[in-house]
């Protein structure tokens, strides 16, 4: 059964056990929790820690699933979003090192999976990267392997800013690198952590991908888009992709959430579904952060009801919950 959650970067002040009860709170059944080195990232979204992997152990692993348990939230993934093709040989190093020490942490906590970037040097074209690819992920999904852990790339183009044009910072982008990818590291333990949202600005069908790629559809990211059609008429498809489209809210872009679940549950996927909220207009506070993932909770139990809980009598004939 699929199980609804969000993306914990959208609550970058509260702390572990915060991020557990909004998400309890909002109706959730899982969070993909944020794993970034502790300290600041200048990008939005990033540098934010939920679970400090650097020196995790089995005492760590143990009180992080207590507050699981706690609140009745599983986590769906643990996610870190670098570079680890970056040109610059420190940065790409302390990327590679981080996320083993992801993959060894889902392994302690049992989670099973961990999420991120293939990472790029945005001044090369793929071909050009492509050693790059196989020396850093062949071993990364080795380990991952040996550790019965799921590995999940994103399929964001990370093309958004000056400093990532023009090839962006992220390989995994479209169905023909998808292919090279798994047919060089064939492993079932690396696949995607696939969401729509950036084939639809790319001007892709963001269907057929979920039947092709069945086998490796690690993780799903719920984010919504839409796609300004006079602005993309002002700067074509050569511009800077934030110049014409606008990440949303489920249900508030171009996303047909019915026939994307529709096609989910046709190549039966049972993994976590979860809402990467990056919709500017939710991001003034923190109340507004959490409306935001209340309401797209609201919406996507269309899609992905809670499960029934069982229900029994206890001596004062109230229902045990």
């Known amino acids: 059964m699929m199980k609804l959650g969000f993306v914990s970067a959208i609550l970058p002040d509260q702390n572990l056990e915060e991020v557990f009860a909004t998400a309890s709170r909002c109706g959730y059944d899982c969070v993909e929790m944020m794993c970034w080195p502790v300290g600041k990232a200048s990008r939005r979204y990033a540098g934010v820690t939920h679970v400090d992997v650097t020196d995790f152990d089995e005492g760590d692993a143990d009180a992080v699933r207590q507050l699981a348990e706690r609140y009745k939230i599983e986590i769906s993934s643990l996610g870190y979003y670098p570079n680890p093709l970056a040109p610059d040989k420190a940065e790409a190093e302390q990327a590679v090192s981080h996320l083993q020490h992801l993959i060894q942490a ?8 961990v ?103 690690v993780h799903v990211h719920a984010k919504d888009v839409r796609v300004d059609r006079h602005r993309l008429d002002q700067v074509g498809i050569l511009g800077c992709p934030a110049d014409y489209h606008s990440p949303k809210l489920p249900g508030m872009g171009d996303v047909n959430w019915g026939q994307f679940f529709s096609v989910l549950s046709d190549v039966g996927y049972q993994g976590p579904v979860c809402v990467e909220v990056e919709d500017r207009a939710y991001e003034g506070s923190a109340e507004a952060r959490e409306l935001s993932l209340q309401q797209s909770c609201t919406y996507l139990r269309n899609y992905v009801p809670r499960p029934v809980r069982p229900v029994d009598n206890n001596q004062d004939g109230g229902a045990i919950t």
């Open 115 to 217: 999420t991120s970037f293939a990472g790029r040097d945005w001044t090369k074209s793929i071909d050009d990267n492509w050693p790059r690819f196989l020396e850093t992920w062949k071993p990364l999904v080795a380990a991952a392997e040996q550790q019965e852990v799921k590995i999940g790339i994103e399929n964001c183009p990370m093309l958004f800013s000056s400093d990532e044009w023009p090839g962006g910072k992220n390989l995994a982008i479209n169905p023909v690198t998808w292919r090279r990818m798994f047919d060089a590291i064939p492993s079932p333990y690396f696949g995607l952590n696939y969401d729509p949202s950036h084939l639809i600005w790319q001007q892709m069908d963001y269907l057929a991908p979920m039947r092709e790629f069945a086998d490796r559809l």
């Open 106 to 113: 889902a392994a302690l906590l049992g989670v099973g999976r």
